[in-house]
């Protein structure tokens, strides 16, 4: 039981890592991004292809995340800053262009094949955590990793002079551009922050999911609601939200198998039908 | 009255359509009605009242396995009784989806009809009740009315499913045509220009939403029937986003500002679903290019570039 | 003297540590034009924003004929007569001038069976439509698209709107803003008439304006009423001239 709630917690934080970057960039740019469940795939395939090429997960991790930052950035430049102002419907067939051609450059580059990724050697083990309960060492990485991404996220957004900048952009675009501001390296550097977290995130998921095509997907969706029930814009509501779905969606398919996968949506729903805008919204 | 005749033509175009082709393309056409009736339903939706969901699919999903339901194994239904049931199914999920998520608007309401979609699609996938992943085979409706039928068997049968299907479709189409012109149809307009004045108005907007997200679901059970009808086959991808995604694509092909334009975008999704294969194996490549096409430089869709546009804009105004 | 169509008693609302609104109290008549003046910032907007409905009282009562009926919803609120025009342009841009009216006569008298017989086939909303734009002085403009209309033309189409869904109680929130002189004094016509069968409550920056059609004055600083009563009184007010209408003189 108490496996399950770790696991909850560890699903839950990757969960936030990908919808913290998705809350930011709709609450900021309002762009509704169906692809980033694509990124987190190919975060796992990149690690899959670094890993057989240099042999450790290692050297994985730092080249996903700077192939998330500098394809969020192209992505941004090239593409999303001309749908800024277009609608919903656009912007929804946009992303799901960019679903059909990810995966198909993924088809082509690495194959349609399932891939197990192992976990690197040295935390290859079980860390005792008591006298008869022990918890794998690499998921306790991944739990830490998260934890610091979520905190220096924090620190970012709220202590720094560019977090004030995002957190006046995503309360009011057009007076942060009367202010002098320049407003376009704001959303490149959101862009490409959101980008590369999830890309990230697909890495450090990859030995513990297994790497197949339709990854995604799962990750896609749930993020979605984890960014609904949290509101958006709000990256606490991100991360208390992803924590929230982490552990009733792993919990759930522990206790009530038949109808876990459905647990969540229920959850939404509740939520909804009580808060209409998300659990920590902006009033506005 | 140019697009009246516009429509008459196209409407002998698709008649005499399975008479000039060889048969496999006459199951194909069939299978670009069932899209055009599924996204036409959907147009009411989003073009019309301006609300855009992703969760479309589940409506015709769940008619399609309702269908497996209650067809006894190896053996055939009267259509008589399948598609009412249909309609009924399709219909009643929509009141319980829509009451819940049309208490969200834009983003969270495109959100929350996706994760109802996906609800439903797992319980179809991971679950054994409809088969699981891989889908069941259903026996097809077939047309019969006490003990009268139309007998088809695997020679004509696809014959006459065209024929059904573009009955159905034109049927559909010449209701919404009707719903568009009513009282109803011009409130559902003025809420997609500016729902807030219209509340202020006195418009209580949820209901008439409401309303149009049935109707909407419930054509979107007949597509699923004739799916079914079609294809004799269910299996949970057909609740799928992708599928909803797809059918948002057909009316933005074909402009979203005629009702007409769904069936045009359906025409052309499978036409170049077809031509595409001829070239390359690579049918994401295709029709993702495709669509970053068309959102780039055809945000009117083919309506749009059309000599007759101011005419036909004037349709759903 | 007529029962007040529209009460409020101890009316307020914050945003947070912000009161915009505080205890106000204002009654509309049948009959009387009740105008609301007073600084940027005074709590005018939340005001009318309370009485049709766009916000909720943090506290305080809404009274319509008598009866509470604060925290309805806008629509509930219209349904019972209160019509509300906008500061910013708020019309169906895309659709013809007459659709916008029909639309509003629509909502008052197209319920319920109706809803599913042809818009043209309802000729009744069209009659009220028409009537609706003549006496605001745009039936010449009926079958142009809204957004096509003039600054002053729109404001107009604003007002037939609001008519067409037959109010009792008529709050318009700076109906000439951005208006010419000839317009001004059309709309100023305009508003004499509708107090003669309305209660309208008029948010107005110009005072000549004001003084020329009031019959009652409200004065707001801060969100709190600080004078109310008939036009002379307000005028002679120390209190009001020097919070509000410059320095008080000798």
Known sequence: MLTQLLNGLQYGLLLFLISSGLTLIFGIMGIINLAHGSLFMIGAYTAFVCVRAFGELWYALPVALAAGVLLGAVLERTLFRFFYAREHLDQVLLTFALVLLFEEARSLLVGNDFYAVPVPAILDFSVPISADFSYSAYRIFVLLVCLALAGLLFLVIERTRFGAMVRAAAANQEMVQLMGLDVTKIQVAVFALGTGMAVLAGALAAPLYSVYPGMGDGFLIVSFVVVVIGGIGSVTGAFWGALLIGVVDTLGKVLLPGIAGMAIYLLMALVLLWRPNGLFARSS | MGQTRLLLLGLLLLATFPWVVPNFYVTLGSSALVWAMFALSLQLLVGVTGLVSLGHGAFFGLAAYALYFVTPEGGRLSIFLTLPLAIAVAGVAALVIGALSLRTRGFFFLMVTLAFAQMVFFLFHDTDIGGGADGVFVGRPALELFGVAIPTDKHNRGLVGYYVNLALLAAMYLALAWLLRSLFGRVLSGIRINEHRMRALGYDTYRYKLLAFVIAGALAGVAGHQWVMNDGFVNPELVGWHRSA????????GGLGVLYGPILGAIAWTALGEISQLITDRQLLVQGLFILAVVLVLPQGLAGIRLWRRKAAESTA | MSQAVLETRALTRSFGGLTAVAQVALTLVIGELHAVIGPNGAG?????????GDLRPSSGQILIDGASVGGLP????????????????????????????????????????????????????????EAALARVGLASASDRPAGQLSHGEQRQLEIAMTLATEPRALLLDEPLAGMGPEETERMVTLLRQLAADHAVLLVEHDMDVVFAVADRLTVMVDGRVIASGPPEMIRSSAAVREAYLGEATA
């Open chain 3, 74 to 129: 806008a629509h509930r609120l219209a349904r019972l007569g209160i019509g509300r025009s906008y500061q910013k342009t708020n019309i169906l841009k895309s659709l013809p001038a007459l659709e916008n009216v029909r639309l509003a006569a629509q909502a008052r008298h197209g319920g319920g069976r109706r809803l599913f017989q042809t818009a043209r086939g309802a000729r009744d909303l069209v009659a009220l439509a």
């Open chain 2, 246 to 253: 797809e059918a948002l694509l057909m009316i933005l092909i």
């Open chain 3, 44 to 52: 005018k907007s939340t005001l009318i924003n309370l009485l049709s």
